[in-house]
């Protein structure tokens, strides 16, 4: 057994956790970003015999994986701190397998339908406001704020619960997070979405009712021909055909 | 744009396409983001914050998880931004050319993500000994290559709709006999057409449903301080 404070190799693998997809495929998924960001903490594996231990540890995290690349780094701080403990391969590779359902779907929620949106949005209202740079500052710092702290936060928390991973995911702070996370991007978002109407571009208030309707009967249209094609591809058909009419009046 | 300049705005390009899968998903790949460092290159950083707002309500549709094939923004807004800091002002007639080349290199740079998957997929059964092996080497190697084609991917995409966005919109901006309203109506509906949708998409289902309403009487206040 290893010291459960010191996680080594810390500051080496939370740099490489930024780049957990850089070798994505659909074939091992964020697999060989997982050995990746291991490798500098499996280290202490190859002083025991010839190294051979080190080289089984690094290949295992290095098979499929696949979750949200921020709560990624719970499985990798879990499944390493599995393997320093000695823990058998087949129960290592198991915990990786239980905890890609789980991860993907809390990184979806919280993150990818909950905090982008509501950041986005912010940056939005600013821009409305006419905050100029400050609403990209703020977007950014905000947002990163988030995602920095969850990457470490979740090397931190797997490495310190092993195969008892599945309790740091109940954790009240994360659970609270997931409640109120929907409401508010959803607050968010629609302020947003109307306060955009602010900055129509060099339009009145007839070109800003008018900016407003379409977007109704846009938004319309896009529901009505689901799942047949995105909005962005039914956006570029009728910008497309509007840019033809404006050249053929 | 000077060449220097033009090199930048493809070096810039390469950072927000990295960082939308690679490194670091740190959102620099977002349109607001990326339309306004594309402006910043060209001298005038919130003529493309302008356009990267559009774009980010389009942004809006898709959410980058996992396997699915999703748009790439970050090139393409980059672009955007510099080519609507170019026209100096807004004009919606440019917009509208420069939108519409700036959607199609979105949905391309989702093509050419999938296609560098593919090729990253190839080195990896290439190396596949060295891997089962436990080799760190071969992990170091597939990960900079990954970086190294995604990076090249980006440049490329942002070049592709800078220099094919200026051409079709001095065209359009040219020819165009329409009344000119008709490109800003259709430029604000399309972009805020697709969020609102998604918006409901999202959030449409109780009890998120009465926070989206709240929000929108919010921001209606908003408007209203703002016009008034």
């Known amino acids: 057994m290893v010291a459960r404070s010191a996680i080594p190799g810390f500051a080496l693998a939370v740099a490489r956790l930024f780049t957990i997809q850089a070798a994505w495929t659909y074939e091992r998924m964020l697999g060989i970003g997982f050995g990746f960001v291991a490798e500098p903490m499996l280290r202490g594996l190859r002083r025991d015999g010839d190294g051979s231990a080190f080289r089984r540890a690094v290949a295992r995290q290095s098979r499929y994986f696949n979750a949200h690349p921020y709560f990624a780094s719970l499985a990798v701080g879990a499944a390493v701190r599995a393997e320093l403990d000695g823990v058998q391969p087949e129960k290592i590779e198991r915990l990786r397998s239980a905890l890609v359902g789980p991860l993907g779907s809390l990184g979806d929620r919280l993150i990818w339908a909950g905090w982008l949106p509501a950041c986005a949005a912010i940056g ?16 950014l710092v905000l947002y990163n704020v988030a995602h920095v702290w969850l990457r470490i936060w979740g090397l931190k928390a797997g ?19 997931l409640e109120i996370v929907a409401p508010v991007a959803a607050f968010l978002v629609g302020a947003a979405l109307v306060s955009v109407l602010a900055w129509v571009p060099a339009g009145g208030r007839w070109e800003t009712l008018a900016g407003a309707a379409a977007a109704l009967l846009f938004a319309g249209l896009v529901r009505a021909i689901q799942p047949r094609a995105t909005g962005m591809v039914v956006a570029g058909g009728v910008l497309a055909a509007v840019l033809a009419v404006g050249v053929l009046w | ?32 983001v990326a339309g306004f460092l594309g402006g910043a290159v060209a001298g005038r950083p919130l003529a493309g914050l302008a356009i990267g707002a559009l774009l980010e309500l389009f942004a809006f549709e898709t959410l980058p998880v996992g396997a699915a094939r999703y748009p790439d923004w970050g090139p393409a807004a980059c672009a955007a931004g510099a080519l609507a800091a170019l026209r100096g002002g807004w004009d919606a007639t440019w917009m509208v050319g420069v939108m519409v080349v700036a959607l199609v290199a979105a949905w391309l740079g989702g093509l050419t993500m999938h ?9 990896v059964r290439r190396r596949e000994a060295a891997i089962e092996a436990g080799d760190p080497r071969a992990l170091m190697a597939l990960q900079l290559g990954g970086t190294a084609r995604d990076a090249l991917r980006a440049a490329a995409l942002t070049a592709f709709t800078f220099l094919l966005g200026e051409r079709v919109a001095r065209a359009v901006e040219a020819g165009w006999r329409a009344p000119r309203p008709l490109a800003d109506i259709a430029v604000i509906g399309t972009a805020l057409g697709v969020a609102v949708w998604s918006a409901w998409r999202l959030y449409g289902q109780r009890p998120s449903r009465r926070w989206l309403a709240a929000g929108a009487v919010a921001g209606t206040a908003v408007l209203g301080a703002l016009a008034w």
Do not use: C
């Open chain 1, 124 to 139: 939005l209202l600013l821009v409305a406001l006419s905050a100029g740079a400050w609403a990209v500052v703020a977007f």
């Open chain 1, 159 to 177: 490495w310190r619960s092993g195969v008892s991973v599945a309790g740091a995911l109940a954790t009240p702070g994360l659970q609270r997070a």
């Open chain 2, 1 to 32: 744009m000077s060449a220097a300049s033009l090199l930048a705005l493809l070096a810039v390009g390469a950072v927000v396409g990295l960082d939308l899968v690679s490194v670091p998903q740190a959102m620099l790949s977002r349109p607001l």
């Open chain 2, 115 to 123: 296609l560098a998957r593919r090729l990253t997929a190839a080195q």
